[in-house]
T-cell receptor, first 111, second 113 residues
Framework: DSGVTQTPKHLITATGQRVTLRCSPR?????VYWYQQSLDQGLQFLIQ???????AKGNILERFSAQQFPDLHSELNLSSLELGDSALYFC??????????FGSGTRLTVV | GESVGLHLPTLSVQEGDNSIINCAYS??????FIWYKQESGKGPQFIID?????DKRQGQRVTVLLNKTVKHLSLQIAATQPGDSAVYFC????????????FGKGITLSVRP
């Protein structure tokens, strides 16, 4: 157990729908990062939050949004889902300096 | 733009041999590098890291080498075991408040019994 908790582990939904992925960071970590992993793209950075504030954005689509709450958990919202959004979505957390600790991911399948 | 890439997509080694996984990076501003291991169905797991003011760092059975002149990073695994079979990613970061890890594509290490 890495200390980073992601729910749900698996999600199957239809095109056009909206889903919310949840992440609880490791205790004491203020930064949360979201990554998308697909077969041909590797791990792509989506967005970073630090203590409730957005800090950096990567290749995140306008249909996707995220937030970090006062208790530091984060949610990634994916809307108007397309088949191409099927992927593994990872959350990671970190302290000020150092590497990231990743959760086990949410496998999203859009049918 | 910045990029981190791996030279080879797959690597097959005999159990007990040493493995060397190579990685090239293009952003000379990166000051922190990490190797991650990802097993099937799991998230990436931290293996070892190195800062840009070092050229070598050793862990338990693993060594990371950094050559800043040619922007090259390598991971050496001694006495490779079946449990080492996984996908390995190199990642680079520019440390700071808005730091983010940029990952390479990943290389699959397969250990033959």
């Amino acid at each position: 157990d890495s200390g980073v908790t992601q729910t749900p582990k698996h999600l199957i939904t239809a095109t056009g729908q909206r889903v919310t992925l949840r992440c609880s960071p490791r205790s004491g970590d203020l930064s949360v990062y979201w990554y998308q992993q697909s077969l041909d793209q590797g791990l792509q950075f989506l967005i970073q939050y630090y203590n409730g504030e957005e800090r950096a954005k990567g290749n995140i689509l306008e249909r996707f949004s995220a937030q970090q709450f006062p208790d530091l958990h984060s949610e990634l919202n994916l809307s108007s889902l397309e088949l191409g959004d099927s992927a593994l979505y990872f959350c990671a957390s970190s302290r000020i300096r150092g590497g990231y600790t990743f959760g086990s991911g949410t496998r999203l399948t859009v049918v | 733009g910045e990029s981190v890439g791996l030279h080879l997509p797959t690597l097959s080694v005999q159990e007990g041999d040493n493995s060397i996984i190579n990685c090239a990076y293009s952003n000379s501003a990166s000051d922190y590098f990490i190797w991650y291991k990802q097993e099937s169905g799991k998230g990436p797991q931290f293996i070892i890291d190195i800062r840009s003011n070092m050229d070598k760092r050793q862990g338990q059975r693993v060594t990371v080498l950094l050559n800043k002149t040619v922007k090259h990073l390598s991971l050496q695994i001694a006495a490779t075991q079946p449990g080492d079979s996984a996908v390995y990613f190199c990642a680079e970061m520019r440390t700071g408040a808005n730091s983010k890890l940029t990952f390479g594509k990943g290389i699959t290490l397969s250990v033959r019994p």
